[in-house]
C-alpha cells in the first residue's frame, strides 16, 4: 500500500501487508518536510488497527535536510509511542558503505528517542 | 591550488537541491576516492542551498564549491529581507560562542521545538554544519540600495586525508 510516491526530494512512504514492513526511502529535501512527515503519523494514527502486529519501520534516506529530520524525529516519536504500548514495533537505519552522515543521525536519533535503531549496512 | 571548482547562479528548488547532490556526490568521489564523509560534505551543500531556496527573495542563489587540496569551500549568495538577514547573522553570531555541548544542547532543544520557522525552516541547518565538523562560517551581509540584503553565507570544511582507501 503505497501511502505517498516518492518524487525527486521526497521519499517514498508505503506499507506492506504481507511482510508488515513500513518502508520509507528516498531523498528528503522537502521545504515543508514537517507537514510531510507529519501525514504520515496521520496514516499511522488512522490505520493503527492494521499496524498491530511486529511491523518493522524501516528507514532508507541517503541524504535528507535538517527540516525532514526534524520531521523524522517526529515519525519516530510516534513510533516509540507504539512501542511504549506494547506493540511489538522496531527501526531500523540503513547506512551505506559506513556513511558518517548516516551513522551519526541513527545515534543521534536513538540518543533523543531512547529506542534501539538496528542498523543495516549495505 | 584548485583542483576543482563550479558556480551556479540560477533558480533553485527542492529538485534542483538533490540535482547538486547528486554532482557534487559525484565530484567528490572522482577527486577525493571513496571515503566516508561524502555524505556530510553534501549535507553542508544541501543546508545552504536550503537556506537559500527559504529565504531568497527571488529564489535564485549563486552558489559555488571549491575543492581545494586540504579545503572544500562552499558559498552561498542571495537576496533577503533584512528581517530574514539580520536573523541568519545573529543566528550565526550566535552559534560561533558556543562550544561542543552547548550546541549539542541547542539542538536538542530546537529539534524537540514545537514551532517552525515563519518559512517553515527547522532553525537546524547552521547549527548541524557547525556541530559535524565545519571549520567556520562566514556570514556577511550587505544592504542594497532598495532596502534588500545580499546574504553571502561561506563554509570551510577540512578534506583529511583517509587512513587507507575504502574499497
Redesign the interface.
Known amino acids: 500500500m503505497i501511502i505517498s510516491p516518492p518524487t525527486k526530494s521526497s521519499p517514498s512512504v508505503a506499507f506492506d501487508e504481507d511482510t508488515n514492513i513500513f518502508k520509507i526511502e528516498g531523498m528528503s529535501t522537502l521545504v515543508n518536510a514537517v507537514e510531510f512527515y507529519d501525514s504520515a503519523i496521520g496514516w499511522i494514527n488512522t490505520n493503527e488497527m492494521l499496524l498491530k502486529g511486529s511491523v518493522a519501520f524501516h528507514f532508507h534516506l541517503p541524504y535528507f535536510n535538517s527540516a525532514s529530520m526534524k520531521g523524522i524525529l517526529m515519525l519516530m516519536q510516534r513510533i516509540k509511542k507504539g512501542i511504549d504500548n506494547d506493540y511489538t514495533w522496531s527501526i531500523s537505519w540503513n547506512v551505506e558503505d559506513d556513511d558518517e552522515f548516516l551513522l551519526d543521525a541513527a545515534e543521534s536519533f536513538e540518543d533523543m528517542l531512547g529506542v534501539s535503531i538496528h542498523l543495516i549496512r549495505t | 591550488m584548485i583542483d576543482n571548482a563550479l558556480r551556479y547562479y540560477g533558480k533553485i528548488d527542492?529538485?534542483g537541491?538533490?540535482d547538486f547532490?547528486d554532482l557534487l556526490s559525484g565530484v567528490l568521489y572522482r577527486n577525493l576516492g571513496?571515503r566516508?564523509?561524502?555524505?556530510?560534505m553534501?549535507?553542508f551543500a544541501?543546508?545552504l542551498l536550503?537556506n537559500g531556496?527559504?529565504y531568497s527573495i527571488d529564489s535564485r542563489v549563486s552558489f559555488t564549491w571549491t575543492i581545494e587540496k586540504d579545503r572544500l569551500t562552499f558559498e552561498l549568495e542571495n537576496q533577503a529581507s533584512e528581517s530574514d538577514a539580520l536573523r541568519l547573522q545573529n543566528h550565526a553570531r550566535e552559534l560561533h560562542v558556543m562550544d561542543d555541548a552547548q550546541r549539542k544542547v541547542a539542538f536538542?532543544e530546537q529539534?524537540?521545538c514545537d514551532q517552525?520557522g515563519v518559512k517553515?525552516?527547522?532553525g537546524?541547518?547552521l547549527?548541524?554544519i557547525l556541530r559535524?565538523g565545519a571549520l567556520s562560517i562566514d556570514i556577511q551581509i550587505h544592504k542594497q540600495t532598495d532596502q534588500t540584503f545580499v546574504c553571502v553565507s561561506r563554509i570551510h570544511t577540512p578534506l583529511q586525508k583517509t587512513e587507507k582507501p575504502?574499497v
Not at chain 2, 566516508?36 to 556530510?40: A, G, L, S, V
Request: hydrophobic share 40%.
Open positions: 527542492e529538485g537541491i538533490v547532490v571513496p566516508k564523509d561524502i555524505r556530510k553534501c549535507s544541501i543546508e536550503d531556496m527559504r536538542q529539534i524537540n517552525l517553515g525552516g527547522a537546524l541547518g547549527l548541524q559535524k575504502l
